[in-house]
């Protein structure tokens, strides 16, 4: 906002206070002509609005998803729908929505030709099943299948030593 300076011949108590008065009024009007701007961000508008939104972009909140991640979802709809069909765009769907690492395998041979293997860790799938249904829903190819399979990682560790033993058997009697 603007610092309001008001000129007149006459400097004093009273100018301050109309200059304080005028400043407070433009930055009040000036909050009620962003706030149409920021009902159009899906970060910061108000739910009611935000539903609105989510209506023009195809999407609905499913049973029990956190506020933070319908606005994410609201936000990102229009690429994700660009996104739609293609393994990198699924790949990149899913990183923008903060589900993370996923392997995508299709084709595979002694399977049939429609299902698609999505791998996630075990904690990917447990944190958001609802939210891998209604992407895949949503964002999945028409014609295709989906088998989830999780990637359990297991530590393993392996030495590689220098081993040179020599073996003496001395015998003791009394």
Excluded: H
């Excluded at 007149?8 to 000036?30: D, M, P, R, Y």
């Excluded at 249904?133 to 560790?157: A, E, N, S």
């Amino acid at each position: 906002m603007i610092k309001l300076s008001l000129p007149f011949w006459l400097g004093g108590k009273e100018l301050e206070k109309l200059t304080a008065a005028a400043q407070s009024w433009w930055e009040k009007v000036q909050g009620w002509l962003r706030w149409p701007l920021l009902q159009l961000d899906a970060d910061t508008c108000q739910l009611t609005v935000l539903d609105l939104l989510a209506w023009q972009r195809d999407i609905t909140r499913f049973k029990g998803e956190p506020e933070s991640m319908y606005r994410l979802r609201v936000k990102f709809a229009f690429i994700n729908a660009v996104d739609a069909g293609s393994t990198a765009g699924m790949k990149r769907i899913l990183q923008r929505l903060g589900v993370g690492y996923v392997e995508i395998e299709e084709r595979m041979p002694e399977r049939d030709w429609d299902v698609v293997l999505l791998r996630f860790s075990d904690t990917q799938l447990s944190q958001n099943p609802e939210l891998l249904r209604v992407l895949i829903q949503q964002y999945g190819r028409t014609c295709r299948r989906y088998d989830f399979v999780t990637i359990t990682p297991v530590p393993f560790r392996i030495a590689v030593v220098d081993f040179n033993d020599d073996q003496q058997t001395l015998v003791a009697s009394l």
